[in-house]
């Protein structure tokens, strides 16, 4: 069986030993390195020295310092363990490989813990342009770097703890469809804020309009239209508006917001809690991004267990 499961490696979609544990219920799984194909290293070696000329030219230096702190192999998948010893150094943080999808509250959950869910599996040669679900690219070459940065880190954690006051809120209310109709408004609020700074964000700085968000670091196409593009609109951010801005999820993004620091950012999470308090996110704008059942059952069983 081991001899199989390394033949097939660890490709997104074709990979025996997530999807076994998947089924075990098991969420959160060791890295299992061994059972990385050449193709699978072949694919990561791929993409990241296709990246660097972008990254160079369109990353934020936070990012770019970032990536030379933890020293990420170009020609193959690093081992967690090696990323995580030099990670937690710089600001607490550690990267959690996961079986895949990460329901809502527990995702938030782990970022509150300074823990990133981590996807293992990698895309294969024939799809490195684009893949609907996350892989071990885009969580660690796109997301991790930016976590050496403390200012950003502290970004995530207060967002994870965001995560908790909502679950609290929900839990004083009693009416079930009031629950449920808040509920899902607040998550659709900091699924928007998520979206467009963790993943889509963009940073005024002295060499001009820089991206941090990490859908567009682990994008090769996107990184540079975000940047060059003149059919996207760039805007300095405003909460009133993000959280009500549908997100695009099937292509590139025509809109992005503009942060003037992390400590910028972090003031804006802040904001966004206390808005969540006073009821100000209770009827947010409908549209993407949806808000899953799994992630909304994962809020209401938190707040149940209050």
Same mark, same amino acid.
């Given at each position: 069986?081991?001899?199989?499961?390394?033949?097939?490696?660890?490709?997104?979609?074709?990979?025996?030993?997530? &999807?076994?544990?998947?089924?075990?219920?098991? %969420?959160?799984?060791?890295?299992?390195?061994?059972?990385?194909?050449?193709?699978?290293?072949?694919?990561?070696?791929?993409? @990241?020295?296709?990246m660097?000329?972008?990254?160079?030219?369109?990353?934020?230096?936070? /990012?770019? #310092?970032?990536?030379?702190?933890?020293?990420?192999? *170009?020609?193959?998948?690093?081992?967690?363990?090696?990323?995580?010893?030099?990670?937690?150094?710089?600001?607490?943080?550690?990267?959690?490989?996961?079986?895949?999808?990460?329901?809502?509250?527990?995702?938030?959950?782990? %970022?509150?813990?300074?823990?990133?869910?981590?996807t293992?599996?990698?895309?294969?040669?024939?799809?490195?342009?684009?893949?609907p679900? +996350?892989?071990?690219?885009?969580?660690?070459?796109?997301?991790?770097?930016?976590?050496?940065?403390?200012?950003?880190?502290?970004?995530?954690?207060?967002? !994870?703890e965001?995560?908790?006051?909502?679950?609290?809120?929900?839990? #004083?209310?009693?009416?079930?469809? =009031? =629950?449920?109709?808040?509920?899902?408004?607040?998550?659709?609020?900091?699924?928007? @804020?998520?979206?467009?700074?963790?993943?889509?964000?963009?940073?005024?700085?002295?060499?001009?309009?820089?991206?941090?968000?990490?859908?567009?670091?682990?994008?090769? !196409?996107? %990184?540079?239209?975000?940047?060059?593009?003149?059919?996207?609109? #760039?805007?300095?951010?405003?909460?009133?508006?993000?959280?009500?801005?549908?997100? &695009?999820?099937?292509?590139? =993004? +025509?809109l992005? /917001?503009v942060?003037? *620091?992390?400590?910028?950012?972090?003031?804006?999470?802040?904001?966004? &809690? *206390?808005?969540?308090?006073?009821?100000? %996110?209770?009827?947010?704008? +409908?549209?993407? +991004?949806?808000?899953?059942?799994?992630?909304?059952? *994962?809020?209401?069983?938190?707040?149940?267990?209050?």
């Amino acid at each position: 069986m081991a001899s199989t499961l390394a033949a097939t490696g660890l490709t997104t979609g074709s990979a025996p030993f997530v &999807e076994e544990a998947r089924n075990r219920g098991e %969420l959160y799984i060791t890295q299992a390195y061994e059972l990385y194909s050449k193709p699978n290293h072949e694919a990561w070696a791929s993409l @990241f020295g296709r990246m660097n000329g972008r990254w160079e030219r369109y990353a934020n230096d936070h /990012f770019l #310092r970032g990536l030379e702190v933890l020293h990420l192999p *170009s020609d193959r998948i690093p081992r967690l363990s090696d990323v995580n010893l030099r990670l937690h150094a710089m600001s607490g943080f550690e990267a959690r490989p996961v079986s895949g999808y990460v329901p809502g509250f527990l995702f938030f959950d782990c %970022l509150s813990r300074r823990e990133f869910p981590t996807t293992i599996t990698i895309r294969d040669q024939a799809r490195l342009d684009y893949l609907p679900e +996350p892989d071990i690219f885009h969580d660690v070459a796109g997301h991790i770097p930016m976590h050496t940065e403390k200012a950003f880190a502290d970004v995530l954690v207060r967002l !994870g703890e965001c995560a908790h006051t909502a679950v609290a809120m929900a839990a #004083r209310v009693h009416d079930r469809a =009031q =629950q449920t109709r808040r509920l899902t408004s607040v998550m659709r609020a900091m699924s928007r @804020f998520f979206w467009f700074t963790v993943e889509f964000g963009l940073m005024r700085t002295p060499q001009g309009i820089r991206a941090y968000g990490s859908g567009l670091l682990s994008s090769y !196409g996107e %990184l540079q239209h975000a940047i060059e593009s003149s059919d996207v609109q #760039r805007y300095p951010v405003q909460l009133e508006w993000l959280i009500h801005q549908g997100a &695009e999820i099937d292509h590139y =993004q +025509p809109l992005l /917001f503009v942060v003037d *620091s992390f400590d910028h950012l972090f003031s804006l999470v802040e904001q966004l &809690e *206390s808005w969540m308090r006073a009821g100000k %996110l209770d009827n947010v704008a +409908p549209g993407l +991004p949806e808000i899953a059942a799994g992630d909304l059952q *994962s809020f209401l069983d938190a707040a149940e267990s209050l």
